[in-house]
C-alpha cells in the first residue's frame, strides 16, 4: 500500500512500465476532465480507468476485498471516504478469486489501518493489500466520485 497526494506519485515511477504509464495519466490531469461513470482505456486491459459514483457504507456492511490481475490506484475526485486496508495474509476468504476478485472477511481484532480519502489523496493497493473501500465518514451516507486505475500486474 502507498498512500500519497497525487504530486507525490511521482515518486513510484520505475516501479513497473505499466504503472509508470498510470501515474504519468494521473499527472497529465486528463482525469479531471470526466463527470460521468464510465471506463476508459489508457492502454487496453493493461492499464484503464473506471469512474464511479456510489452513496458511502456503514463500517459494518462490506467485506474485505484483493485483487490477483490488477494493482489499483484510488483517488477521490468528489466527496470523501475511509477505506480500511490490511495484508490479505490471516483473513478467512468469504469468497474465492473469481478472476481478478476475492473476498474476505472482516477480522475481530480491527488489524487494520483507516485512510481518509479526499480529494487529491491517491491510494496504490498491491495484490497482497485487501481493503475496504466506501466506508463513511460520518453517520450518514454521503455521494462520491471515485476514480480507480486499473494496472495489471
Same mark, same amino acid.
Given at each position: ?7 507525490q506519485?511521482e ?14 495519466? %494521473?499527472?497529465?490531469?486528463?482525469h ?12 487496453g486491459k493493461e ?10 457504507k456503514?463500517?459494518?456492511?462490506? %467485506? ?8 489499483d490506484?484510488?483517488?477521490v475526485?468528489k ?7 490490511r495484508?490479505?495474509?490471516?483473513l ?8 481478478d ?6 477480522p ?14 491517491a %491510494? ?10 466506501? %466506508? ?6 454521503q455521494t ?10
Amino acid at each position: 500500500m502507498i498512500v500519497c497526494s497525487v504530486a507525490q506519485l511521482e515518486r513510484y515511477v520505475g516501479l513497473s512500465p505499466r504503472l509508470d504509464m498510470a501515474i504519468t495519466w %494521473l499527472r497529465s490531469a486528463s482525469h479531471l476532465q470526466y463527470t460521468q461513470d464510465g471506463t476508459i482505456a489508457i492502454d487496453g486491459k493493461e492499464v484503464f480507468a473506471t469512474f464511479s459514483t456510489y452513496e458511502t457504507k456503514a463500517h459494518d456492511e462490506p %467485506l474485505f476485498e484483493t485483487h490477483n490481475e490488477y494493482i489499483d490506484i484510488q483517488l477521490v475526485l468528489k466527496g470523501e471516504e475511509i477505506i480500511q486496508v490490511r495484508s490479505k495474509e490471516g483473513l478467512s476468504v468469504a469468497t474465492e478469486y473469481d478472476y481478478d476478485i476475492a473476498f474476505w472477511q472482516v477480522p475481530s481484532d480491527k488489524s487494520y489501518h483507516n485512510i481518509l480519502m479526499q480529494k487529491d489523496t491517491a %491510494l496504490i493497493l498491491f495484490p497482497e493489500d485487501a481493503h475496504r473501500p466506501c %466506508l463513511s465518514t460520518t453517520q450518514s451516507p454521503q455521494t462520491c466520485f471515485k476514480l480507480v486505475v486499473k494496472v495489471r500486474v
